[in-house]
């Protein structure tokens, strides 16, 4: 058997003692604010996207996707979420002089309506632009699958939401979509953007 | 004089920690290597369900090993350590209330951490998973254990090392239900939540040790709970990238042979340099205080 000599327990600790504990308090706290700078820093990174044909400036989160398709002037998806990947889509709509905004919001629900699963509309609102101007929202919902019928998946609820507003004759449409889960968490990533979006 | 040193230290008899940690360690790593050798080399297949049992049976193996190798043993003495139990559930408990959701829901380190560079994921799991762990493991000491649970040095040890067993219990937990991995990778994930609770904890047992049996300088604590952070954060960024196989256009699967190894690899480093690092101060200490003729100081 080895033994080890001991003492007994101390009524008090020495001053040297309790400064190390504060001082260890210390060290958690500015780890926890360091890891907390680092979080903000890398979640805030951002990519600058110009597109001069359409007129339109923008940062967008470093790690999301960017892709250029004919049917938007571009997008960019957050690919590291599991599930539905947060999106934000920028397109442009042609406008005739008697088009109304909410005409425009209906347009693109008939076209949702035929390729989206389950598509449902949860609300009109406005949304103020950084310039002070008021765009018009529409909000709703539908259903995501996989692709193939053969992967083996749960069905994701998402929601989006539309901000439409009409400029020098052409209506700008920015749509954000995300799984429910998360969709309110994600709404500040579309705030940013839109906030540093300039057309 | 020699026969009441001797008696006093009889009344401080205590079971040596270092050979029942390694010991654990040891039973735990075998475990994981046969698991590991069974569906890599034997190709042994098992149903779903059944999968799913040994990967939840295995998530009780550590605590377990601790009850008989550890805490039963303690109560064939006149003095055990009667904290064990309590430090293991509250570091639990803690990791389930604080630890686990400031990680995944304050921290969201799933988003932004897996995708950087090796240097970049070192520090970020240092400054968010590794300080919260040690952050919360410590206050558990701090409030459970110091001073009045220390009697000789390997107190600490033991304390740190039932923190590291509650804390990863958790863990180990929620990462098997959720993910539901197959049974060679949940044992492996057992692994490597263990082995990096438990080089932290060696980390803050040292600390502890030296400040209060020592009165060391009262940086002396902080540093080292700034090596147990750093010692999370490295295996925390280092394993899944040595666990997930390179990527190509046949897709890519795990190699769980190299995460095994780097897991052991780390829990016996963290171990010596411990051990190493204990054993030195002890010495120091004893031969200062051997020097006046009073061991009680140790």
């Known amino acids: 058997m080895e033994f080890e000599t001991g003492r007994s327990p101390a009524i008090q600790i020495t001053p040297r003692q309790r400064w190390s504990i504060a001082l260890s308090y210390l060290v958690i706290i500015i780890g926890l604010l360091l890891g907390m700078n680092q979080r903000d820093s890398f979640l805030n990174q951002t990519s600058a996207y110009n597109n001069v044909e359409a007129g339109i400036t923008a940062s967008y989160p ?4 960017l892709d250029e398709s004919d049917s938007n002037i571009f997008r ?11 999106v934000i889509e920028v397109s442009s709509l042609p406008v005739s002089s008697d088009s109304a905004e909410r005409n425009l919001l209906d347009r693109l629900s008939i076209q949702r309506a035929q390729v989206l699963i389950d598509y449902t509309i949860l609300g009109y609102g406005t949304y103020s632009l950084p310039d002070e101007t008021q765009a018009v929202t529409m909000s709703y919902s539908f259903v995501s699958r996989d692709a193939s019928p053969f992967l083996e998946g ?3 609820i998402v929601n989006g939401l539309d901000i439409l507003t009409v400029r020098r004759g052409q209506a700008l449409v920015i749509s954000f979509r995300a799984d429910s889960n998360i969709f309110q968490r994600e709404l500040q990533t579309l705030t940013t953007f839109v906030d540093n979006l300039q057309f | 004089m020699a026969q009441q040193t001797q008696n006093r230290a009889e ?8 050979r029942r940690i390694s010991l654990q360690l040891a039973i735990l790593s075998l475990i994981a290597g046969i698991f590991v050798l069974a569906n890599e080399v034997l190709l042994l297949r098992l149903d779903a369900a059944v999968s799913r049992l ?17 805490v039963l043993p303690e109560y064939r003495f006149s003095r055990p350590r009667r904290r064990l139990i309590g430090v293991a559930v509250v570091s639990g408990l803690t990791a389930s209330a604080i630890g686990l959701p400031l990680v995944e829901a304050f921290f969201i380190v799933e988003r932004w951490l897996p995708l950087q560079s090796v240097f970049a994921r070192i520090i970020g799991y240092t400054f968010t998973v590794g300080i919260v762990d040690v952050g919360l493991k410590f206050v558990v000491l701090r409030y459970l254990i110091y001073p009045g ?23 180990n937990l929620v990462h098997v239900w959720r993910l539901d991995p197959v049974w060679d990778v949940a044992a492996i994930y057992v692994l490597a939540n263990v082995t990096i609770q438990f080089a932290s904890s060696l980390f803050i047992a040292l600390g502890l040790v030296e400040s209060y049996f020592g009165d060391a300088f009262p940086l002396v604590l902080p540093t080292n709970l700034l090596l147990a952070a750093v010692a999370a954060g490295l295996v925390t960024a280092l394993f899944p990238g040595l ?17 095994f190894a780097m897991l052991v690899a780390s829990w016996a480093l963290s171990l010596g340099i411990a051990y190493f690092l204990f054993t030195t101060s002890e010495r120091r200490e004893r031969e200062a205080y051997g020097g006046r003729g009073d061991f009680d100081g140790i």
Request: net charge positive.
């Open chain 2, 54 to 70: 040994v990967s939840i049976v295995l998530v009780f193996v550590p605590g377990l090993l601790w009850l008989l190798l550890s």
């Open chain 1, 154 to 156: 749960l069905s994701s």
């Open chain 1, 62 to 65: 470093a790690r999301w996707l």
């Open chain 2, 149 to 171: 649970g220390l009697r000789v040095r390997s107190d600490a040890i033991a304390y740190a090392f039932a923190g590291a067993v509650g804390y990863s219990f958790y863990l």
């Open chain 1, 76 to 86: 960019v998806r957050d690919m590291s979420h599991r599930g539905f990947n947060t």
């Open chain 2, 11 to 18: 009344i401080y008899a205590f079971r040596p920690v270092w």
């Open chain 2, 243 to 259: 666990m997930s196989g390179v990527l190509s256009q046949a897709g890519n699967a795990d190699r769980p042979l190299y995460g």
